[in-house]
């Protein structure tokens, strides 16, 4: 393989690939782009106001991060494969009171509150006996308990409809969803992508609900943080027919957001791999407005918002995100722009105000210059401070693999298994 890599053949191939998307995708985009250039400049594009080096805040507060790591693969048992899923919660104060900026509460204290972290847990399922539905469905009620399951369904409808519908009475009674009430009463009935449940959509489900779980027991503890960060997007996936969300992951999202509402946090989820195209070009307008290495924030408006949303993501499905509000922001120039997504009812109530683009600018900022503080860590510099130890404490490294599958093996032998039943798939071959 090597050989055929290094040859000029190879190269040319991939001189025609890159001659090829500029010349199908970079004209189209460019076009676009001409076209928000001036709204994004003049209007969208923000400079942030930051706190001073040593700033006292006047009242402190507490900032929630959660992560979640894992594999797929942490083992095999014929053709059965074993998911191992992780997910890590970080909880700072800003500190500038007692002089401990952004130092993480004590691990005792967290876990008092929110049980042992890291949180471990583990998924099977055939792939091949039509038995993943069923077996996702045991696995993330074992992940999410709850008891009544229209506390998870109806804060979407109740969202996305405005409130219209509020109560399974009106659910059943809407035209649009009546029909679908059956399948709303149980975890297994909300999966509704039940063609499509590979092995990776599996694991990623499993991986969010975790991380959505550990969520909620921050947002039920005594923390009350300020902030609770996720990572990643909110983004919900609808059924094409049904118009509700397709996997059990869309319906729990909308119940954290309205539990954050209802207590007073900040729910946000950061995404430092984003989608957003020419997030390259808009940091390099902000260079151009505000002077190189200044820190801003730039709203991606949708239909809703006064003069409707960006030309350069109009036919891509998922942005904005139903029910969020996504920007782009930059606290570094030494990074590549990162997203940030905003329940779109908590924006609406706390962030834009109707017909005074003033007042709205200004609740942004006072927003993005807290984001901007909890921020500032010499080794994660411009990227939040929490989010980022959350991620180290969750990483399920291939060191780690490595150790969970010989721990694997020995408990298999254990148990007086046929030993060649857990061998890595074509182990022999070393793929």
């Given amino acids: ?113 929110l049980g042992e972290q890291p949180l471990l847990e583990l998924h099977w399922h055939t792939g091949v006996r039509g038995d993943a539905k069923k077996k996702l469905a045991e696995s993330l009620e074992q992940i999410y308990p709850i008891n009544d399951i229209s506390e998870v369904v109806l804060p979407f409808f109740i969202d996305h409809t405005n409130g219209s ?65 996720l990572d990643g997007a909110l983004s919900i996936f609808l059924h094409f027919v049904r118009k509700y969300p397709s996997m059990p992951s869309g319906f729990i999202l909308r119940e954290l957001c309205q539990l954050a509402r209802k207590n007073g946090v900040t729910l946000a989820a950061v995404s430092k791999n984003h989608t957003i195209p020419f997030a390259h070009r808009i940091a390099k307008m902000a260079n151009e407005k505000f002077g190189d290495g200044m820190k801003w924030f730039c709203l991606l408006p949708s239909k809703h918002e006064p003069g409707g949303g960006l030309h350069i993501y109009e036919d891509r499905t998922y942005i904005p995100p139903v029910l969020a509000v996504p920007y782009l922001f930059s606290f570094s120039s030494d990074n590549r722009p990162s997203r940030i997504d905003f329940d779109r009812v908590w924006w609406l109530e706390n962030i834009f105000v109707p017909n005074d683009p003033e007042t709205t600018r200004e609740n942004e900022i006072r927003l993005f210059s807290e984001l901007e503080f909890i921020s500032r860590d010499a080794r994660y510099y411009g ?45 022999d071959l070393g793929v």
Avoid: W
Wanted: charged residues 30%; proline residues 5%.
């Fill in 1 to 113: 393989m090597l050989e055929r890599i290094l040859t000029e053949d190879f190269r040319k191939k991939l001189e025609y690939t890159f001659k090829d998307i500029k010349n199908q995708q970079d004209k189209r985009t460019e076009e676009e782009f001409a076209k928000d250039k001036r709204r994004i400049m003049n209007d969208l594009l923000t400079q942030i106001d930051c706190y001073p080096k040593n700033p006292q805040i006047d009242e402190d507060f507490l900032v929630a991060a959660i992560d979640g790591s894992g594999t797929p693969d942490l083992t095999t048992l014929d053709d059965i494969r074993v998911h191992l899923l992780s997910s890590a919660t970080i909880v700072l104060s800003t500190g500038t009171r007692t002089g401990r900026l952004l130092e993480p509460l004590d691990r005792p204290v967290i876990e008092a509150e």
């Fill in 165 to 229: 519908i509020s109560s399974l009475k009106d659910l059943v009674k809407s035209v649009e969803y009546h029909k679908y009430v059956p399948d709303l009463k149980s975890m297994e009935g909300l999966i509704s992508r039940e063609q499509l449940l590979t092995n990776p959509i599996v694991h990623d489900e499993l991986r969010v609900v975790m991380e959505y779980a550990a969520a909620r027991n921050i947002l039920t503890s005594k923390l009350r943080p300020k902030y609770l960060l």
């Fill in 383 to 427: 990227y939040p401070v929490a989010l980022a130890l959350a991620h180290e404490a969750c990483r399920v490294s291939y060191e780690d693999v490595r150790l969970a599958r010989a721990i694997a093996k020995d408990v298999y032998h254990e148990l007086g298994y046929d030993p060649k039943r857990i061998n890595p798939l074509r182990d």
